[in-house]
Antibody, heavy 124, light 108 residues
Framework: QVQLVESGGSVVQPGRSLRLSCAAS????????MHWVRQAPGKGPEWVAV????????YYADSVRGRFTISRDESKNTLYLQMNSLRTEDTAVYFC?????????????????WGQGTLVTVSS | EIVLTQSPATLSLSPGDRATLSCRAS??????LAWYQQKPGQAPRLLIY???NRATGIPARFSGSGSGTDFTLTISSLEPEDFAVYYC??????????FGQGTRLDIK
């Protein structure tokens, strides 16, 4: 079965960096678009970024563009989110999520499997 | 950016009742809308995609309808496990992919 396991969340000071990881298993990772979605305490989900199956296409929310970078390592079946210049408003649980579509070209930008999330707290 | 507005913010019903949740888009989202259920401490769970298609394993009491700017999630007869927060999400004009602010379904 599909499993997504995030790691790397912690407490960091504003302006610092952090890298999140998401280990994927149970499906053909190299076929699927992958996302990061975050959820601040008591708020709804907020889409952060997506990467195509082959890593060639990357898209970001305005709130993180230029500070966050999404990447993937097919050899490790792992998704990453490099977060730089962190702000207090980046505090949230960060989920990795799999595209619904079997292939990127289907355009099914929905999230059919999610990890359990990893908490990032940005505070001085 | 398509802004999604959900109503009501809170819905209080009893098991066995019919629930009707609304999601309105600020501009046409075609039929490119999904619904998710989220329980405390858990990730969201995909229920409906492309406005009316049930995701794998979702019970038939959940149904979705609508297109353009007005969408509805209906739960035909509430089970105790259905009390949760529900979110809509659009993929028509992205980036960004956007979510609504949620409807909390409480036990009356």
């Amino acid at each position: 079965q599909v499993q997504l396991v995030e790691s790397g969340g912690s407490v960091v000071q504003p302006g610092r960096s952090l890298r999140l990881s998401c280990a994927a298993s149970g499906f053909t990772f190299s076929n699927c678009g992958m996302h990061w979605v975050r959820q601040a305490p008591g708020k709804g989900p907020e889409w952060v970024a997506v990467i195509s199956h082959d890593g060639r296409e990357k898209y970001y929310a305005d709130s993180v563009r230029g500070r966050f970078t999404i990447s993937r390592d097919e050899s490790k079946n792992t998704l990453y989110l490099q977060m730089n210049s962190l702000r207090t408003e980046d505090t949230a649980v960060y989920f990795c999520a799999k595209d619904l579509g079997i292939t990127w070209s289907e355009g099914q930008r929905y999230f059919d499997h999610w990890g359990q999330g990893t908490l990032v707290t940005v505070s001085s | 950016e398509i802004v999604l507005t959900q109503s009501p913010a809170t819905l209080s019903l009893s098991p066995g009742d019919r629930a009707t949740l609304s999601c309105r888009a600020s501009q046409s989202a075609s039929n490119c809308l999904a619904w998710y259920q989220q329980k405390p401490g858990q990730a969201p769970r995909l229920l409906i995609y492309d406005a009316s298609n049930r995701a794998t394993g979702i019970p038939a009491r959940f149904s979705g309808s609508g297109s353009g700017t007005d969408f509805t999630l209906t739960i035909s007869s509430l089970e105790p496990e259905d009390f949760a927060v529900y979110y809509c999400q659009q993929r028509d004009r992205w980036p960004p992919i956007t979510f609504g602010q949620g409807t909390r379904l409480d036990i009356k």
